[in-house]
């Protein structure tokens, strides 16, 4: 219960990474703002948290609107009178092309969603945050890592997001709130097994063959599941990572040392 009786705000919940962070905060004692733009999963995940014993508030959000995100922070203090903990899940995916050719306005989208909406979000609950002494949890990437051909958008992104956390840690500090960041690899959720089985379907093989051979490149010999990151956040939110700020902690099964 290292999240006993906090309130939790998750931002881009859907059927993966953010369902696992909200049933995840949930578990740890947490009651749990959901926040995207689909109603349906936001209701979804609700009724596993309240089977879990805590409360769910539903918020459906799109996080580039600034009268929505405003709306967020309104429906949370209304419903629970305090945040503690903001985790800025919502992800867009940028254009997947090499940085010679991408087009630009593909690339400042991106940022739109994955960069500047994540700044608005923060600043729009950093007085409820300094009033509990508070932190914000940064989804980023193992993008950060490498320089694979056709990622230098999404790269860009995630290492502004980085410096934007890392910024915000310093000037966010001296009101009791810490700003950290999560960097996971491969997460094995929906998205992931689809592309999987689409590669065994290209190549005559298994999505079995597949799984092992990209395990084979990682020092645990598995691919990270949703709610194994998801425990990395709400180490970030509890207690136990209270004199920790700044930092960037990849969850990755060893894929990447940094």
């Known amino acids: ?57 539903v918020v459906p959000t799109d996080i580039d ?11 949370a203090l209304r419903a629970f009178g305090r945040v503690d903990t903001v985790v800025n899940n919502a992800f867009a995916i940028p254009p997947i092309a090499d940085l010679a050719e991408v087009d630009l306005d593909q690339v400042r989208a991106g940022f739109e969603t994955n960069v500047l909406a994540a700044l608005r979000l923060t600043r729009l609950f950093v007085p409820a945050l300094a009033e509990s002494k508070g932190s914000v949890v940064m989804i980023n990437s193992a993008v950060l890592r490498h320089s694979r051909r056709t990622f230098g958008p999404y790269k860009m992104a995630k290492a502004s997001l980085l410096a934007l956390a890392q910024s915000l840690a310093t000037e966010l500090g001296p009101q009791g709130i810490r700003v950290n960041t999560i960097a996971p690899g491969y997460i094995w959720a ?32 598995k691919l990270p599941e949703p709610d194994e990151i998801a425990d990395a956040v709400v180490f970030f939110a509890s207690s136990l990572a209270r004199a920790i700020t700044g930092a960037c902690l990849d969850v990755n099964g060893g894929e990447f040392h940094h």
């Open 1 to 57: 219960m290292l999240l006993r009786d906090r309130v939790v705000v998750v931002s881009g919940v859907g059927p993966g990474l953010g369902r696992a962070i909200a049933v995840q905060a949930a578990r740890a004692g947490a009651d749990v703002v959901l926040a995207s733009r689909t109603e349906s999963r936001l209701t979804e995940v609700a009724k596993e948290i309240v089977e879990l014993g805590r409360r769910a508030e």
């Open 65 to 75: 609107d600034a009268d929505a995100a405003a709306n967020l922070v309104d429906s």
């Open 190 to 221: 929906d998205n992931l097994k689809w592309y999987f089985n689409y590669l065994a379907q290209q190549r005559g093989i298994t999505a079995e063959e597949v799984y092992a051979e990209t395990a084979a490149t990682i020092d645990l010999r």
